[in-house]
């Protein structure tokens, strides 16, 4: 006779509540959270309900072995027993059961407690998912927790349950008769038979994880992921939780110092999980990671306790540096260097979790200086986001990947290989006949319509017709009732529609999409572009048209051409600019190289004040009172302090708001060189002298007079400009300078440095 490792066990649901509550059966680690929708606890008790059966229950019987560890518990609410009985299947059953019956909140994925509410209609005998039309109508009992509560009483319920259906309707005789039934039958779930499979104490906490997850191989899928993280609450609980408790504080901003809450993503614990196995094993395939991590000898298939042990000591590893807070924020900065802002431009997490394990790669054991990394992160990010290089068997491709890199021993190997494979994808075919194909499409969340909207934010690209530029009004932490930025249909649809073209894989192709600030794209509605174009035109110098037409990638005279043709031409254009910015992303810097060409004064006044350039009419000089005023040296000073915070600027002192010029002589110095002296004095004074190295300062002609221009580049620690014995932290939003409060700025800080 075969010798089994478990037996047979009968219960009632009212003896398992009661078992559960004293806390004798209790949820072991190797489960997940509770993921069943709402609308499969409503079909699991109509199953009961209508007397069917819901499948058997496996428990795992602890023994003594169980005693000195921690396990997690049905429901959100702790227990004081250690547990006899542990579910091994039948969780999600049981604790959706469980909440209902006693009212209990579970935990769901977002690790947020919730409270399930099912409603019973007893005339039509018929379960639903409460929601507020639920609750509105009377024919139902809209929360069926109420009949099994610790003080219900079930005659009451129905009594009541009448007396609200009495008040909007008239209630026959038969119908109470058929609502005490049904009630009654209800409450008799309590009775509801249960059989279940006890494994025995004498199995180990290996065997038993064997057991789940050879059982969740089949029927309800599990992925690798779930089978890894299966065996790290085996033998090493602590790095699961960790890993679940950095996923949750990753939710929702912290009010009590650092978190991993980011602009970018939410990361669910196999996702990081990923991470520590391409980062300590250099591999992707979680299968063959699972192995490893049981001490499979992968030759001879045979296990071994000191190498899973040995197995685990690298995945430890790989963690304390997977959850390294400084590592994750500093990685996000990469993003940012690729022109992504936030997670609305990120179509595939995968590219952004690949990305991650590059970065701790080269930080944590190639040595790679903190700049060059987030350049070559950020190139390889844009690279992989741009071609959606995981995308399709994304485990394969990143297995591929992460081979290239198991032998390297340098940083210079390591720096190569990105950028070789970067060159090896993005080659001038791509440029040119695959990336305009890609771009010939109306998905929403397509690939390259984000990388051109990160190559706008590279190139510093302003809003088509604005003064703003593309950065500022996608900037995650500037956000109104509205959308500070919209898509906008460059030929409306309505326009399109009287020329016969009405389908939507046409009328919303990206290249018919720009960004506009969201009062102009109502304002232009559903003009025809020969109509609005001229107005907005109209606006700006000829210049300024020029360049923003190349950021728009919108060809000359485009609100005229034919629009397949103008279709056609702009996805090329598009292409082009997307190049370009990738081209100066992947631009090696040279310690000690020249600085990029001076932009002329007259340039920087034909295209008008914006974030990155400002006109004073004098540095020191109140022109309305004829007197010196230092409120004019500190109007100069809190624009350097915003231009160093954010991405730089140019400060042109001479020049009044409207580009008429005024001069450095209304100031009142002998010479230029006390004027550049005393600038320099105010500097060190008031923002510091370790900021000088940011900041530019030359004189120049401009329209028969001499200003002052002050370039500065964007600083790599916080500038605060003081006032006495006060600090003031500032940056710019669009074309003004913002002081930011405390909490503004400590969120600020740890986004941007």
């Given at each position: 006779m ?9 219960y009632?649901?009212s ?11 209790g ?26 059966p819901i ?22 609410e702790d ?19 469980y ?27 018929r ?12 024919s ?8 099994w509560g ?11 349950y ?14 109470k ?7 009654s ?22 065997e038993?994880?064997?057991?789940f ?5 089949e029927?309800?899928?599990?992925n ?19 890993l679940?408790q950095f ?26 999980l990923r ?15 699972y ?5 499979k ?46 997670n ?14 590059l ?17 070559v ?11 959606g ?11 591929f990947?992460?081979?290239?890199f198991r032998?390297?021993?340098?940083a210079?190997?390591?720096?190569a ?12 075919d ?20 984000f990388?051109?909207?990160?190559a ?13 530029t ?13 959308s ?9 649809k ?38 609005y ?5 109209a ?16 060809p ?26 990738y ?7 040279t ?10 004064v ?13 006109f ?6 109140n ?15 809190k624009?350097i302090?915003?231009?160093l ?14 580009g008429n010029?005024v ?13 550049n ?13 370790q ?5 530019h ?13 002050v ?11 003081k ?5 003031h ?7 003004a300078?913002?002081?930011?409060t ?12």
């Amino acid at each position: 006779m075969t010798t089994t490792n478990f037996m047979k066990a009968d219960y009632s649901l009212s003896g398992l509540i009661e078992q559960i509550d004293m806390g004798s059966i209790g949820l072991p680690d190797i489960q997940r959270p509770f993921v069943w929708k709402n609308t499969k606890v409503r079909n699991l008790f109509d199953s009961m309900y209508r007397g069917f059966p819901i499948g058997y229950l496996l428990f795992w019987e602890t023994g003594g072995a169980m005693q000195n560890r921690s396990q997690k518990q049905i429901g959100a609410e702790d227990k004081q027993l250690i547990p006899d009985l542990l579910i091994v299947d039948g969780q999600q059953r049981l604790t959706a059961i469980y909440a209902v019956v006693t009212g209990t909140p579970v935990y769901r994925n977002n690790y947020d407690a919730e409270q399930i509410e099912i409603a019973f209609n007893p005339l039509q005998e018929r379960f639903e998912v409460a929601d507020a039309a639920i609750r509105r109508d009377r024919s139902y009992i809209t929360n069926i927790s109420e009949i099994w509560g610790k003080d219900s009483d079930v005659f009451q319920v129905v009594e009541n349950y009448l007396a609200s259906l009495g008040e909007a309707r008239e209630v026959g005789i038969e119908e109470k008769k058929q609502v005490q039934n049904a009630v009654s039958r209800l409450s008799n779930l309590l009775y509801y038979p249960f059989t279940a499979l006890q494994l025995s104490a004498n199995l180990d906490e290996e065997e038993v994880s064997e057991v789940f997850v050879r059982i969740n191989s089949e029927g309800k899928k599990l992925n690798q992921a779930d089978f890894i993280l299966t065996l790290m609450s085996v033998f090493w609980d602590e790095g699961r939780k960790e890993l679940e408790q950095f996923c949750k504080d990753a939710r929702s901003p912290s009010t009590k110092g650092a978190s991993p809450y980011n602009q970018f993503i939410a990361p669910d614990p196999d996702q990081l999980l990923r991470v520590n196995i391409g980062l300590g094993f250099r591999r992707a395939r979680l299968k063959t990671v699972y192995s490893i991590l049981r001490g499979k000898d992968l030759q001879s298939e045979s296990f071994d306790e000191a190498r899973r042990q040995e197995q685990f000591e690298v995945l430890q590893n790989a963690q304390s540096r997977t959850l390294n807070l400084t590592y994750w924020h500093d990685f996000h900065k990469a993003l940012i260097r690729a022109g992504y802002r936030s997670n609305k431009m990120i179509s595939s997490q995968n590219s952004l979790i690949f990305a991650y394990i590059l970065y701790l790669l080269g930080r944590t054991e190639f040595g790679v200086d903190d700049q060059t990394l987030r350049q070559v992160t950020a190139q390889w990010f844009f690279m992989a986001s741009l071609t959606g290089r995981y995308t399709s068997s994304p485990e394969s491709a990143m297995e591929f990947d992460l081979r290239r890199f198991r032998h390297l021993e340098t940083a210079e190997d390591f720096i190569a290989t990105l950028r070789q494979v970067c060159n090896d994808t993005l080659t001038s075919d791509y440029w040119t006949i695959t990336l305009p194909n890609e771009l010939a499409t109306s998905a929403a969340r397509s690939p390259s319509m984000f990388a051109y909207y990160a190559a706008l934010n590279l190139l510093g690209a302003k809003v088509l017709y604005s003064k703003h530029t593309v950065a500022e009004l996608m900037d995650p932490l500037v956000q109104g009732t509205k959308s500070s930025m919209e898509r906008h249909h460059l030929f409306p649809k309505a326009y399109l529609s009287r020329l016969g073209v009405t389908e939507n894989r046409m009328t919303n192709q990206i290249a018919n999409f720009t960004v506009l600030e969201w009062g102009d794209n109502t304002a232009i509605s559903d003009r025809d572009p020969e109509e609005y174009v001229p107005e907005y035109e109209a606006q700006f110098f000829s210049k300024e048209l020029e360049r923003m037409y190349y950021w728009h990638a919108l060809p000359e005279g485009w609100y005229a051409m034919d629009y397949e043709t103008f279709l056609r031409r702009r996805r090329e254009l598009m292409a082009q600019v997307i190049k370009d910015a990738y081209a100066e992303l992947a631009a090696e810097s040279t310690p000690g190289q020249a600085p990029e060409r001076e932009v002329p004064v007259e340039t920087l006044v034909a295209e008008g004040e914006s974030a990155g350039t400002e006109f004073k009419s004098t540095l020191r000089m109140n022109l309305h009172t004829g007197e010196k005023d230092s409120r004019m040296e500190q109007a100069v000073l809190k624009t350097i302090a915003a231009f160093l915070n954010m991405a730089g600027g140019k400060l042109v002192v001479g020049v009044a708001d409207d580009g008429n010029p005024v001069g450095i002589e209304a100031d009142g110095f002998a010479s230029e060189d006390k004027y550049n002296l005393h600038f320099v004095n105010l500097v060190k004074e008031r923002l510091g002298p370790q900021h000088m190295m940011y900041i530019h300062p030359r004189f120049e002609d401009y329209d028969g007079t001499r200003v002052f221009v002050v370039e500065c580049q964007k600083a790599r620690q916080p500038v605060y400009l003081k006032d006495g014995n006060t600090e003031h932290f500032f940056i710019r939003s669009g074309a003004a300078t913002t002081e930011l409060t405390a909490s503004q700025m400590n969120e600020f800080i740890k986004q941007r440095f």
